[in-house]
T-cell receptor, first 113, second 117 residues
């Protein structure tokens, strides 16, 4: 069974607008971490934001925020004030204790001027 | 954040030859390193996890004799693709971490694009 599900293969957003990228996860562990990465065409994985399963506050990092709804097992990424440079693939990932990161299928975001 | 390097960034080799990819953690000691494979327009798939000084743990379906992983020190892991064939052409990404706890970040190398002709 898929542990991380990203249901949006592609998204478009106008420059300066906000966009939400969806992510749901599946785990029976109590302790886990949720991560979002950006992958531009160069291929490098750029860490954006982290949310721990015990964190009560939603994580924020600059223009990135993570909308964490534990009961629904969702960890959506919100990018505010989109910029042209935000165009890239975005991956949601989960890490359970003792395991490596598991990635979703990704969402390709295109920011339009 | 911590820096992980990978070498080479691109390699083209002939079918039947072996290729070695190096992954180094430059400013921290990585007790655990991971190797991922990514096909075009697809996600990252974990190939194996290695701990320094011990044998790598391979994911189901990954041939351990084909993809040899060595994690000889706390800063270096190598992936050797033996007797490479065109279907092994892919983007290989290494990742390093100070441990296996859920809260520990995995730091990624820039990736190696392998093309087998």
């Amino acid at each position: 069974a898929q542990k991380i599900t990203q249901t949006q293969p592609g998204m478009f957003v106008q420059e300066k607008e906000a966009v939400t990228l969806d992510c749901t996860y599946d785990t029976s562990d109590q302790s886990y971490g949720l991560f979002w990465y950006k992958q531009p065409s160069s291929g490098e994985m750029i860490f954006l934001i982290y949310q721990g399963s015990y964190d009560e506050q939603n994580a924020t990092e600059g223009r990135y925020s993570l909308n964490f709804q534990k009961a629904r097992k969702s960890a959506n990424l919100v990018i505010s004030a989109s910029q042209l440079g935000d165009s890239a693939m975005y991956f949601c990932a989960m890490r359970e204790d003792g395991r490596a990161l598991t990635f979703g299928s990704g969402t390709r975001l295109q920011v339009q001027p | 954040g911590a820096v992980v390097s990978q070498h080479p960034s691109r390699v083209i080799c002939k079918s039947g030859t072996s290729v070695k990819i190096e992954c180094r953690s430059l400013d921290f000691q990585a007790t655990t390193m991971f190797w991922y494979r990514q096909f075009p327009k697809k996600s990252l798939m974990l190939m194996a996890t290695s701990n320094e000084g011990s044998k790598a743990t391979y994911e189901q379906g990954v041939e351990k004799d084909k993809f040899l992983i060595n994690h000889a020190s706390l800063t270096l892991s190598t992936l050797t693709v033996t007797s490479a064939h065109p279907e092994d052409s892919s983007f290989y990404i290494c990742s390093a971490s100070v441990g296996l706890a859920a809260s520990y970040e995995q730091y990624f190398g820039p990736g190696t694009r392998l093309t087998v002709t």
